[in-house]
């Protein structure tokens, strides 16, 4: 009789394993960033925008975080899009290097989708825009676009008309 060699078993059991592995993964596709991004494309007179323009927001502990921080020659940009609150406020500060500056309050009333990918994956959320309202002091109007906000930025959702100013 013929004894077993215990190298012979240990590969047979390596490879084993190996294909009970290979088996038991799945290939999802996550994706990296789940964050979403609201397109702003400025139209009108002022594109691009030659003035400087910083956005900020109101964070849920009451401190201001800046979303966008003195751009310049803009005529396009995107932002993240809460998934905790019903209505983001943005603040648009526009301003030159006269001194002169402008600050609208922009509203953007949402309602927040769960997106399911996988089990495997992070939550994540889509959004629908509801509503846009804002105060007029530099911007002349806002005018929704593309109300479905996912993972596809190749639409724009919001065009943003700004007065334009002689100084």
């Known amino acids: 009789m013929r004894s077993r060699s215990p190298i ?7 490879v084993l394993l190996w294909c009970m592995l290979a088996i038991s993964c799945s290939s ?5 960033n789940n964050r979403v991004y609201m397109i702003y494309k400025l139209q009108g007179d002022e594109v691009p925008l030659s003035d400087s323009l910083t956005i900020y927001s109101n964070r849920t502990d009451e401190n201001d975080t800046v979303r966008l921080n003195r751009a310049v020659n803009v005529d396009s940009f995107l932002l993240p899009v809460s998934y905790r609150r019903h209505e983001d406020i943005l603040f648009f500060r526009r301003s030159n290097n006269t001194g002169w500056s402008v600050t609208d309050t922009v509203f953007i009333e949402k309602e927040d ?16 825009i509801k509503k846009v309202r804002h105060t007029r002091l530099g911007i002349d109007s806002i005018v929704i676009n593309n109300k479905n906000v996912t993972y596809d930025t190749s639409k724009p959702h919001l065009f943003i008309y700004f007065k334009h100013f002689y100084r």
Request: aromatic residues 10%.
């Open 8 to 14: 012979n078993s240990h590969r047979k059991l390596v």
């Open 28 to 32: 999802i596709d996550c994706p990296l």
């Open 113 to 128: 989708m769960p997106h399911f990918e996988s089990i495997d994956c992070s939550p994540n959320y889509f959004h629908t």
